[in-house]
């Protein structure tokens, strides 16, 4: 068997989905683009892409996701049948969470899907969709996580904000055994929305960074804001109290914690 049918039926032994698909090329452009390409053309959910390296990554915000030897870039196409799609990507999120802590790496959640751990990016998941007249299509999640990239490996401006697996004591996880446990984790949280937000929801806030009450700023595209942080409603949209008192409810936008000077 190759590493992608071995990756299919390492999932399907711990309970998980069949994968119809899995395509696991040494280098790829960006995994979400061919898995995009996938599900234009009909792929089934569960259809799987991953890479050993990237060429052209993506992140979030039109980022790029540099992406080296050592990571997981994964790309997973989902067919959902159940109105709370803005969750699948919270669900990923508690997904990667649960699988380093298989490992024993402790990590937090920053909203809307950020994995930290010692205070540093751990992983990133990018959620693209496509609707029709009926609703959501697809939704294809990008999954990056830092297994065991070596530090020089990546840009040095990057290197202070971002940790591995292995950096955080994770004995050699190999890239096929994380996916294996990700995916696992991300089908249990995938079945939980067909019934119901309240499990992923609460899986969520109980590994989120205790930001609650403090002062954060959130770029938005072209929009920035201050204000404090109250809660992620039902809906997984982040809700801020603007300097003022009015309340804003957030889809998407990334979130950074302001720290003053003291006595300021
Ligand atoms: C983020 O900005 O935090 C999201 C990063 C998502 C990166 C993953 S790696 C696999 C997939 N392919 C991509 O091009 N991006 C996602």
């Known amino acids: 068997m190759d590493r992608a049918s071995d990756l299919a039926a390492a999932l399907v032994a711990r309970g998980g989905p069949r994968l119809p698909v899995v395509e696991w090329p040494v280098s790829i452009d960006s995994t979400s683009n061919r898995l995009k390409s996938l599900a234009r053309g009909g792929a089934a959910e569960w259809t799987v892409v991953l890479a050993d390296v990237q060429t052209g990554g993506r992140g979030r915000e039109g980022r790029t996701w540099v992406s080296p030897p050592g990571g997981l870039y994964l790309s997973v196409l989902l067919r959902p049948r159940f109105e709370k799609v803005a969750l699948l990507p919270l669900a990923a999120g508690v997904a990667v969470a649960e699988a380093a802590g298989e490992l024993g790496v402790r990590t937090e959640l920053k909203w809307p899907n950020d994995v930290l751990a010692s205070g540093r990016k751990l992983a990133g998941i990018l959620s693209e969709a496509a609707s029709g007249a009926a609703g959501v299509d697809w939704v294809a999640l990008g999954i990056g996580v830092n297994v065991s990239q070596d530090a020089a490996s990546l840009p040095p401006e990057m ?94 936008g990334e979130v950074r914690r302001v720290r003053r000077a003291a006595g300021t």
């Open 159 to 252: 290197r202070a904000d971002v940790t591995s697996l292995v950096a955080e004591g994770a004995q050699e996880p190999s890239v096929g055994a994380v996916a294996v446990a990700v995916l696992a984790r991300l089908a249990v949280g995938y079945d939980a929305l067909r019934s119901g937000t309240g499990t992923v929801l609460s899986a969520w806030r109980s590994h989120a960074a205790a930001w609650w009450g403090s002062l954060v700023d959130v770029r938005a595209g072209e929009t920035a804001l201050r204000g404090r942080l109250l809660e992620v409603d039902g809906e997984g949209a982040l809700v801020l109290e603007l300097e003022g008192g009015e309340r804003r409810r957030l889809l998407s």
